[in-house]
């Protein structure tokens, strides 16, 4: 006997898993596994479950041997499509000119955003020769930003990480404009703190651009002195009085 189920989840491990136990069945009677809706998922930020449908067969237990052989058909097919994926990241060794490395950086910044399930548009500008600007607009601007700039941030950690060979720098309609000014008047207000207390002052994470402007705004302070510590994406300022 054939039943068919439809699950929701974030692999499709985890869907198997579910159906088997809807159905108490074991992962022997799994005859197929259909990816309907892919799962989407961010820096554990954005999470959306896929969709999968699973056909289990309660028939008697010498038919299940071609079941299960399909089953590790699926297996394979799905390592071979990882495989591919993690192919197409690595262009360190292809070589290309100013405009096919524009493009691929679009590429790969529309396929996270993809991933993501963000609608904006995706432009990139050429600053000089490793450094490059992808410009983010569209109805989902807010989102992509985040509390403070930080999903902002973590998007183009995630997109230096990809093409490790360039730096990129990624804004929303004028948002890092906006976000200096505000970064200007924090270093202001802790550097202020950390005359008056007399005691090191410890900033929240940052990534290398906004670290700079604290820098730059405390180190018009005679008085005071500014470090980093720690590791990005975690790295963090600490600004204390000089000895």
């Known amino acids: 006997m054939k039943n068919v189920i439809e699950i929701k989840a974030m692999s499709q491990e985890q869907a198997i898993t579910r159906a088997l136990k809807i159905m108490e069945a074991t992962p022997e009677q799994v005859v197929n596994v259909i990816e309907k809706q892919k799962s989407k998922s961010f820096l554990g ?15 008697p237990k010498e038919k299940k041997e071609s079941k299960i052989e399909k089953i590790k058909d699926i297996e394979v ?35 996270l955003l993809e991933n993501i399930g963000l609608v904006l548009k995706v432009e990139v500008d050429r600053l000089s020769d490793r450094n490059y600007l992808v410009n983010l607009y569209g109805e ?4 992509i930003i985040g509390k403070k700039g930080k999903t902002l941030n973590s998007f183009e950690y995630l997109l230096n990480s990809i093409m490790k060979d360039y730096r990129i720098e990624v804004d929303v309609e004028g948002f890092k404009a906006k976000r200096t000014e505000t970064l ?17 002052v410890r900033l929240n994470p940052m990534p290398p651009r906004e670290r700079k402007i604290i820098h730059e705004v405390v180190n018009k302070y005679q008085e005071l002195d500014t470090y980093s510590e720690g590791r990005d994406p975690k790295r963090y300022i600490v600004i204390k009085r000089k000895k």
């Open 77 to 111: 097919t799905e390592k071979k499509k990882e495989h591919v994926k993690e192919q197409t990241i690595d262009i360190k060794e292809v070589k290309k000119d100013k405009k096919d490395i524009s493009e691929t950086i679009q590429k790969k910044a529309e396929e």
């Open 140 to 143: 989902d601007n807010g989102i």
């Open 45 to 59: 930020i954005f999470n959306r479950e896929g969709v999968y449908e699973i056909e289990i067969d309660k028939t």
């Open 184 to 200: 200007r008047e924090l270093g202001k207000k802790m550097a202020e703190k950390a005359l008056k207390s007399g005691k090191p």
